[in-house]
C-alpha cells in the first residue's frame, strides 16, 4: 500500500480512490485572490518549500475580523473538487468566513496527495506544513481574518496533514476536523504508512499525545478542539484511526477517554463529546454507521444540509455543517461558554407534538432546541413544543442556552421519546443493491445506491453489493449488515 506514495506501485489506499469515479478537476485559471464568483487562485504567498498551490474563496463583502478555514483535499482530487463538494464554500456564504483550499500535485505524490507520512514534508518548519502555514498568513493579511480563529481540516491523506498541522501548529491552528484520516505523526516514513492506514499501532493514549507534544516542544496549550469524522465500513483507512486519534487529542487535552455525553445524528451517525475539565467539549468523534472511505456531505436547502455527492463526497451527513457548529463559525464564536441545561424530559406527547422542559441556565437569553442534531426552534424559556412530528416514532432532543451576545452555549445530553399512536413495526429486507432499489426500499446516484430515508451509502448499483436494510419507521430504512432483528 505505502507504493502509492512515490513513484512505485499503486498501494491499497491508492486502488481504492481510482476504482471509484474519475474526480473531475477543474480548471483554475489564476481569478481574483478575493472573489465570490468562484475560486481565486493567490501567489507570492511565501517560500512554499512544499511546492503547493494556493485558492481561496472569500464571500462578497466579506468583514475583517472573521475566521478563517483551511480546507485540505484527498488524493486525486483537487482544490476545486473540494471547494465544490465538500460545502465549506456554502457555510463560508452562510455564516461569513474566509476559505483557504491549499492543493498539491502530482510531482510531489503521483496520486496527487498530502505527504502526511514524510516528516521532512510534514513537521513544523518544513516542507508541505510550512507552505500551509504561509498560506494563512497570507489569508489573514489579505482579508484580514482572525488569527486566533483559523481552522484546519481535510479528507483522507489531506485529514493525515491536517491532524499533522494540529500538531505542528498549535500555536496558528483553533480547531481541526479530520474525515477518514489519521493520527498525527502516525507515519514518518513512507515504508510505515501501511500499517497506519489498515492496522491498530497499539499505542497506550499517553504514547499518541506524545507525539503531538513532539511536534512542538514546549507548547504548554491551548490545544486546538479537534473533530474526528469516520465511517464504521471504512475499508481504506481503518476505523480504528478514529479510536486512536480520539485518545490522542483527549490525551493531549488531559481529558479521560470516556465520553461526556453520546448523541444520535442523521445518516446514522453517533457524536460521543469528550468536555474539557470546564466541561466544554474539546474532542467530538462522529461515526457514520456503514459508511465507507470519504467526506460526509448531505445535499439539500435545510439547515443541517451542505456539499454535493461525488466520489469520495458521500451523502449521509454534513460533516462541515456540524463542525462549523462546534468551531462556533455560526457566530457563537465561544461556543461553551454557556453551561449546558440540566434536567432535559420529555414532559407529555400526542400523535404530532413533545412537549420538553428542562432547568433554566443563569446567564441564558434563550435556548436553541435540536432534534436529531438538527435545529428545529427556539425559546425564550425553559420549556418548548416540538411539533410535526410521525405518529407512533421515537425522536431523540437536545437543548443549548444562548447568551445574550447570541454565544451558543455547550449542548445538553439527549433525551428520547415517542409520540402516541399506531407504533410502526420494523422490517428487514436482505437484497443486492439492484433490487433493493428496484423494491423502493433505496435509490441510485451517480452510480452507488443510498438508502431511502437516511441516505446512507451501500455502494455500488449493481446486483453483486447485498446489505441487509431495516425500515426504522414507514420508508426510512438503514443499513443493518450487523444483525437485524424485526
Same mark, same amino acid.
Given at each position: 500500500?505505502?507504493?502509492?506514495?512515490?513513484?512505485?506501485?499503486?498501494?491499497?489506499? $491508492?486502488?481504492?480512490?481510482?476504482?471509484?469515479?474519475?474526480?473531475?478537476?477543474?480548471?483554475?485559471?489564476?481569478?481574483?485572490?478575493?472573489?465570490?464568483?468562484?475560486?481565486?487562485?493567490?501567489?507570492?504567498?511565501?517560500?512554499?518549500?512544499?511546492?503547493?498551490?494556493?485558492?481561496?474563496?472569500?464571500?462578497?463583502?466579506?468583514?475583517?475580523?472573521?475566521?478563517?478555514?483551511?480546507?485540505?483535499?484527498?488524493?486525486?482530487?483537487?482544490?476545486?473538487?473540494?471547494?465544490?463538494?465538500?460545502?465549506?464554500?456554502?457555510? $463560508?456564504?452562510?455564516?461569513?468566513?474566509?476559505?483557504?483550499?491549499?492543493?498539491?500535485?502530482?510531482?510531489?505524490?503521483?496520486?496527487?496527495?498530502?505527504?502526511?507520512?514524510?516528516?521532512?514534508?510534514?513537521?513544523?518548519?518544513?516542507?508541505?506544513?510550512?507552505?500551509?502555514?504561509?498560506?494563512?498568513?497570507?489569508?489573514?493579511?489579505?482579508?484580514?481574518?482572525?488569527?486566533?480563529?483559523?481552522?484546519?481540516?481535510?479528507?483522507?491523506?489531506?485529514?493525515?496533514?491536517?491532524?499533522?498541522?494540529? %500538531?505542528?501548529?498549535?500555536?496558528?491552528?483553533?480547531?481541526?476536523?479530520?474525515?477518514?484520516?489519521?493520527?498525527?505523526?502516525?507515519?514518518?516514513?513512507?515504508?510505515?504508512?501501511?500499517?497506519?492506514?489498515?492496522?491498530?499501532?497499539?499505542?497506550?493514549?499517553?504514547?499518541?499525545?506524545?507525539?503531538?507534544?513532539?511536534? +512542538?516542544?514546549?507548547?504548554?496549550?491551548?490545544?486546538?478542539?479537534?473533530?474526528?469524522?469516520?465511517?464504521?465500513?471504512?475499508?481504506?483507512?481503518?476505523?480504528?484511526?478514529?479510536?486512536?486519534?480520539?485518545?490522542?487529542?483527549?490525551?493531549?487535552?488531559?481529558?479521560?477517554? &470516556?465520553?461526556?455525553?453520546?448523541?444520535?445524528?442523521?445518516?446514522?451517525?453517533?457524536?460521543?463529546?469528550?468536555?474539557?475539565?470546564?466541561?466544554?467539549?474539546?474532542?467530538?468523534?462522529?461515526?457514520?454507521?456503514?459508511?465507507?472511505?470519504?467526506?460526509?456531505?448531505?445535499?439539500?436547502?435545510?439547515?443541517?444540509?451542505?456539499?454535493?455527492?461525488?466520489?469520495?463526497?458521500?451523502?449521509?451527513?454534513?460533516?462541515?455543517?456540524?463542525?462549523?457548529?462546534?468551531?462556533?463559525?455560526?457566530?457563537?464564536? +465561544?461556543?461553551?461558554?454557556?453551561?449546558?441545561?440540566?434536567?432535559?424530559?420529555?414532559?407529555?406527547?400526542?400523535?404530532?407534538?413533545?412537549?420538553?422542559?428542562?432547568? $433554566?441556565?443563569?446567564?441564558?437569553?434563550?435556548?436553541?432546541?435540536?432534534?436529531?442534531?438538527?435545529?428545529?426552534?427556539?425559546?425564550?424559556?425553559?420549556?418548548?413544543?416540538?411539533?410535526?412530528? &410521525?405518529?407512533?416514532?421515537?425522536?431523540?432532543?437536545?437543548?443549548?442556552?444562548?447568551?445574550?451576545?447570541?454565544?451558543?452555549?455547550?449542548?445538553?445530553?439527549?433525551?428520547?421519546?415517542?409520540?402516541?399512536?399506531?407504533?410502526?413495526?420494523?422490517?428487514?429486507?436482505?437484497?443486492?443493491?439492484?433490487?433493493?432499489?428496484?423494491?423502493?426500499?433505496?435509490?441510485?446516484?451517480?452510480?452507488?445506491?443510498?438508502?431511502?430515508?437516511?441516505?446512507? +451509502?451501500?455502494?455500488?448499483?449493481?446486483?453483486?453489493?447485498?446489505? &441487509?436494510?431495516?425500515?426504522?419507521? %414507514?420508508?426510512?430504512?438503514?443499513?443493518?449488515?450487523?444483525?437485524?432483528?424485526?
Amino acid at each position: 500500500m505505502a507504493g502509492h506514495f512515490g513513484t512505485g506501485r499503486i498501494g491499497h489506499w $491508492a486502488k481504492a480512490l481510482l476504482a471509484g469515479a474519475v474526480l473531475t478537476a477543474g480548471v483554475l485559471t489564476g481569478a481574483p485572490q478575493a472573489s465570490a464568483a468562484g475560486l481565486g487562485q493567490v501567489t507570492g504567498f511565501g517560500s512554499n518549500p512544499g511546492n503547493l498551490a494556493m485558492y481561496s474563496y472569500v464571500p462578497s463583502g466579506l468583514a475583517t475580523g472573521k475566521p478563517l478555514v483551511v480546507a485540505l483535499h484527498g488524493c486525486t482530487q483537487t482544490a476545486n473538487d473540494y471547494y465544490g463538494n465538500s460545502g465549506w464554500a456554502q457555510l $463560508a456564504d452562510r455564516w461569513g468566513f474566509a476559505v483557504v483550499f491549499p492543493q498539491t500535485n502530482s510531482t510531489n505524490n503521483m496520486l496527487s496527495c498530502f505527504s502526511w507520512f514524510d516528516s521532512s514534508k510534514d513537521t513544523r518548519g518544513k516542507g508541505e506544513a510550512l507552505s500551509v502555514k504561509q498560506m494563512v498568513g497570507k489569508a489573514v493579511a489579505l482579508y484580514g481574518s482572525d488569527p486566533s480563529r483559523v481552522y484546519v481540516t481535510g479528507l483522507s491523506a489531506g485529514a493525515g496533514m491536517a491532524a499533522d498541522l494540529l %500538531a505542528d501548529y498549535p500555536d496558528v491552528f483553533a480547531g481541526g476536523s479530520i474525515a477518514s484520516g489519521l493520527p498525527a505523526q502516525c507515519a514518518t516514513t513512507q515504508s510505515a504508512a501501511s500499517g497506519c492506514q489498515n492496522a491498530s499501532q497499539n499505542l497506550t493514549p499517553a504514547q499518541w499525545g506524545d507525539k503531538v507534544r513532539a511536534s +512542538n516542544p514546549g507548547w504548554a496549550g491551548p490545544w486546538p478542539r479537534v473533530a474526528i469524522w469516520h465511517g464504521s465500513s471504512d475499508t481504506t483507512v481503518a476505523p480504528v484511526n478514529a479510536t486512536e486519534l480520539r485518545d490522542q487529542w483527549t490525551n493531549v487535552w488531559g481529558i479521560p477517554q &470516556t465520553a461526556s455525553a453520546t448523541q444520535s445524528l442523521p445518516g446514522g451517525t453517533t457524536l460521543s463529546v469528550y468536555n474539557d475539565s470546564a466541561g466544554k467539549p474539546a474532542v467530538q468523534l462522529y461515526s457514520v454507521s456503514g459508511m465507507g472511505h470519504g467526506l460526509p456531505v448531505s445535499p439539500g436547502s435545510g439547515t443541517a444540509n451542505c456539499g454535493q455527492a461525488g466520489a469520495y463526497f458521500l451523502n449521509t451527513i454534513c460533516s462541515s455543517y456540524y463542525t462549523g457548529l462546534f468551531w462556533g463559525l455560526d457566530g457563537s464564536g +465561544n461556543n461553551g461558554q454557556l453551561p449546558a441545561p440540566g434536567g432535559l424530559s420529555v414532559t407529555g406527547t400526542t400523535d404530532s407534538t413533545a412537549s420538553l422542559s428542562w432547568n $433554566a441556565v443563569p446567564g441564558a437569553a434563550s435556548y436553541t432546541v435540536y432534534r436529531g442534531g438538527a435545529q428545529v426552534g427556539t425559546s425564550a424559556g425553559a420549556t418548548y413544543t416540538d411539533t410535526g412530528l &410521525t405518529a407512533g416514532t421515537g425522536y431523540a432532543w437536545t437543548v443549548a442556552a444562548v447568551d445574550a451576545n447570541g454565544a451558543v452555549g455547550t449542548v445538553s445530553s439527549a433525551v428520547t421519546g415517542t409520540t402516541t399512536g399506531s407504533v410502526f413495526t420494523p422490517k428487514c429486507y436482505t437484497d443486492n443493491n439492484y433490487n433493493q432499489v428496484s423494491a423502493g426500499r433505496a435509490h441510485q446516484s451517480g452510480g452507488y445506491a443510498y438508502a431511502n430515508g437516511s441516505n446512507q +451509502n451501500m455502494g455500488l448499483w449493481n446486483l453483486f453489493v447485498v446489505h &441487509t436494510l431495516k425500515e426504522t419507521s %414507514a420508508g426510512y430504512f438503514v443499513l443493518a449488515d450487523s444483525g437485524c432483528t424485526a
